[in-house]
Nanobody, 120 residues
Framework: QEQLVESGGGLVEAGESLRLSCAPS????????VGWYRQAPGKQRELVAS???????NYADFVKGRFTISRDNAKNSVYLQMNSLKPEDTGVYYC??????????????WGQGTQVTVSS
């Protein structure tokens, strides 16, 4: 059973937007620090953006100014808003998160991945 569930990928044209979501599959687990990664065909997985439990964010240079990572603690979810998408943003996007059960560290998990395809 996947501990993280991602959604929001799809096929868009260059210049359009998508919003990805990541949340624990079990309501008893709390999402903590999160990283969004992507993997293009034939390439290594790379970090796109991250957010700490306190909301501190970091971005890869290639998405700065276009992507925004955010969290909604009330919904126990993290989002990646992707604007001005380019064909080179195409790939499978993965959520990687530290999960907690109450105040105890539960583990670090990967989501199943969601495909983002940007046509030119």
């Amino acid at each position: 059973q996947e501990q993280l569930v991602e959604s929001g990928g799809g096929l868009v044209e260059a210049g359009e937007s998508l919003r990805l979501s990541c949340a624990p599959s079990a309501g008893t687990l709390r999402i903590n620090s999160v990283g969004w990664y992507r993997q293009a065909p034939g390439k290594q997985r790379e970090l796109v953006a991250s957010i700490s439990s306190s909301g501190i964010t970091n971005y890869a240079d290639f998405v700065k100014g276009r992507f925004t990572i955010s969290r909604d603690n009330a919904k126990n979810s993290v989002y990646l808003q992707m604007n001005s998408l380019k064909p080179e943003d195409t790939g499978v996007y993965y959520c990687n998160a530290d999960l907690y059960y109450s105040i105890s560290y539960y583990g670090t998990y990967w989501g199943q991945g969601t495909q983002v395809t940007v046509s030119s």
